[in-house]
């Protein structure tokens, strides 16, 4: 989804901690208008959260791990993107593809 950039990468992951961890940190460490507004995106949030919950059959509580696994995401793609530019590529089923190669989409 990235297409091998890693401007891209940063620019997900920071989108990813700003709109589903931030809120949350701003509703428990902010005062005034910063804890409302905070209030509201993690009210918003947490609704299309639930709405997915109830659409795909499971407990509406898992609206509540929302910054924790949107965190772990962002720790994810940042973890596959310091490898893959170690490595210089990526292994998928024993064999190794270059990052050169995935990027010019010759593999």
Not at 68 to 97: K, N
């Amino acid at each position: 989804a990235a297409g091998f950039s890693v401007g891209m990468v940063a620019l997900q992951i920071v989108s990813m901690l700003l709109f589903n961890v931030a809120p949350f940190l701003g509703l428990a460490f902010g005062g005034g208008w910063v804890r409302v507004l905070a209030g509201i995106a993690v009210l918003v949030a947490l609704g299309f959260h639930v709405g997915g919950d109830v659409v795909m059959r499971v407990s509406p509580l898992y609206c509540l791990t929302l910054p924790l696994g949107a965190a772990l995401f962002a720790y994810i793609l940042l973890r596959s993107t310091v490898i893959t530019l170690r490595q210089g590529g990526i292994y998928w089923r024993e064999t190794f593809y270059k990052l050169e190669e995935l990027r010019r989409g010759l593999v």
